[in-house]
């Protein structure tokens, strides 16, 4: 089992950046696919990065694509989602999470999640 911590949220203006990390506790992040989702008030639970165990295969969500990267530091087990260029539409609880196999798209594939992290974008 994996213990995912989530940090790095908070109030920013549009056009402004924040990276979020994802520290796993217990056991190594590189045994699992990890991924990014959000959750906006009122709305599902959405897909928005992925990493593969190979720590090279990425995945975006088209809304992110060149705005958002994730990454991976093996040294200090944690993941990344740098985002930039931020859009009042980025607001939401991003949350991190561990497995997910083949269809890495679909939240009810992973076994693990973070508590989640608020990001806020102001217009």
């Known amino acids: 089992q994996v213990q995912l911590v989530e940090s790095g949220g908070g109030l920013v203006q549009a056009g402004g950046s924040l990276r979020l990390s994802c520290a796993g506790l217990?056991?190594?992040?590189?045994?699992?696919?990890m991924a990014w989702f959000r959750q906006a008030p009122g709305k599902e639970r959405e897909f928005v990065s992925a990493?593969?165990?190979?720590?090279?295969?990425?995945y975006y969500t088209d809304s992110v694509k060149g705005r958002f990267t994730i990454s991976r530091d093996n040294a200090r087990n944690t993941v990344y989602l740098q985002m930039r260029n931020l859009k009042p539409e980025d607001t939401a609880v991003y949350y991190c999470?561990?497995?997910?196999?083949?269809?890495?798209?679909?939240?009810?594939?992973?076994?693990?999640w973070g508590q989640g992290t608020q990001v806020t974008v102001s217009s």
């Open positions: 217990g056991r190594t992040v590189s045994a699992y696919t």
């Open positions: 990493l593969r165990r190979d720590g090279l295969t990425t």
């Open positions: 999470a561990a497995e997910g196999g083949l269809t890495y798209r679909v939240a009810a594939n992973y076994d693990y």
